[in-house]
């Protein structure tokens, strides 16, 4: 079973702090990262994907990537009330029947105004 | 923007009914998943299809069935529901590769009194 934790938190930041949300996977092989966003009564949208290692920057967001340690973060920079949410972290891993996504639980942030 | 529809947002049924919750997809999408989403599980694949008439069960396929007749259409279908039935329905859709993440429909909250 292939596994993906998160820290389901709450995690609250005030207006205008970075948040930094982690995330590790068992899966060695896995290629793939994805973050979702998923306000509460919603479905996840997908907002950044990241497939080396490194850092990847998308406006107000950085996923970083570490396969050595197996570990994905995001980071939300200058956090609004607008991004609290909870956020999933997703591994594309590989299986006797194809590719699939694992996701963790979700870390729930909250931005306090 | 791949559009993901899904044909009711809440439902409420009765124990032992048969329920159909049906999910059609705008692009020419490959790929086709049901997930179920309950708090403090976070996101269980329930079956998936990689193509029309094809399908193969996920982690938690008990009391459930699929049908793919066309490749547009991905129905999940509860045989007799139960009330631990009751939960939130997403289904999800990506590219062959899924290397570009899944694109969730909104979501059926079904409620099995």
């Known amino acids: 079973q292939k596994e993906v934790e998160q820290n389901s938190g709450p995690l609250s930041v005030p207006e205008g702090a970075i948040a930094s949300l982690n995330c590790t996977y068992s899966?060695?092989?896995?290629?793939?990262f994805f973050w979702y966003r998923q306000y509460s009564g919603k479905s996840p949208e997908l907002i950044m994907s990241i497939y080396s290692n490194g850092d990847k920057e998308d406006g107000r967001f950085t996923a970083q990537l570490n396969k050595a340690s197996q570990y994905v973060s995001l980071l939300i920079r200058d956090s609004q009330p607008s991004d609290s949410a909870t956020y999933l972290c997703?591994?594309?891993?590989?299986?006797?029947?194809?590719?699939?996504?694992?996701f963790g639980t979700g870390t729930s942030l909250t931005v306090i105004p | 923007d791949v559009k993901v529809t899904q044909s009711s947002r809440y439902l409420v049924k009765r124990t032992g009914e048969k329920v159909f919750l049906e999910c059609v997809q705008d692009?020419?999408?490959?790929?086709m998943f049901w997930y179920r989403q309950d708090p403090g599980l976070g996101l269980r694949l329930i079956y998936f299809s990689y193509d029309v008439k094809m399908k193969e069960k996920g982690d938690i396929p008990e009391g459930y069935s699929v049908s793919r007749e066309k490749k547009e259409r991905f129905s999940l279908i509860l045989e007799s529901a139960s009330t631990n039935q009751t939960s939130m329905y997403l289904c999800a859709t990506g590219q062959g590769t899924t290397n570009y993440g899944y694109t969730f429909g909104s979501g059926t909250r079904l409620t099995v009194v």
């Open positions: 692009m020419d999408h490959e790929n």
């Open positions: 899966d060695r092989g896995s290629q793939s």
């Open positions: 997703a591994v594309l891993g590989f299986s006797n029947t194809g590719n699939q996504f694992y």
